[in-house]
């Protein structure tokens, strides 16, 4: 069985750009979440999903947004690059709400 | 909002030794989730706990829930090398199953 799997795995982006990263849960788990993690923190929580609907924003600006597919994949969108959002974003899928998380390798966004 | 508080920071450990990390929640929790992160790599879900006063082990690792399901331990006997890395606690609210991880413990090991 594959694990979550996120797209791409590095990226460099200029201020002001606009970033689109792509997540793919573990088959039959209904649970998306997305978390920035600078080095030497913990991830901080961005959004989470479960059965396409968002269930939870943590407090990041309008300029992060996401949405869950059908196929229960999941995209986090970031408008207006600021170099403060250079960092590694992780997507982590779950079975249901209350289960332990399976994370992807991460993004590694850095913004110039 | 809920917080998680997680200490020490570091802790540098002699090859053999015994060490513990620490958790606390803000919130009485739904669980309480510990996960590995090697340098470079990604978080790694360890053990999920989930009744109040709950100890699991695994191997050399013993995972601890407080009473109150605010608090939480993990303590690792006769470190080796391959238990460098950064372990991170993460509370589960019990209002909206929003998954909250501590700033995390580096351990590093002298051989």
Sequence with gaps: DAGVTQSPTHLIKTRGQHVTLRCSPISGHKSVSWYQQVLGQGPQFIFQYYEKEERGRGNFPDRFSARQFPNYSSELNVNALLLGDSALYLCASSLDLNYGYTFGSGTRLTVV | GQ?????????????????????????????????????????????????????????????????????????????????????????????????????????????
Excluded at chain 2, 51 to 69: D, I
């Design chain 2, 3 to 111: 917080q998680v508080m997680q200490i020490p920071q570091y802790q540098h450990v002699q090859e053999g030794e015994d060490f513990t990390t620490y958790c606390n929640s803000s919130t009485t929790l739904s669980n309480i989730q510990w996960y590995k992160q090697r340098p470079g790599g990604h978080p790694v879900f360890l053990i999920q706990l989930v009744k109040s006063g709950e100890v699991k082990k695994q191997k050399r690792l013993t995972f601890q829930f407080g009473e109150a399901k605010k608090n939480s331990s993990l303590h690792i006997t006769a470190t080796q090398t391959t238990d460098v890395g950064t372990y991170f606690c993460a509370g589960l609210s019990s209002n909206d199953y929003k998954l909250s991880f501590g700033a995390g413990t580096t351990v590093t090991v002298r051989a």
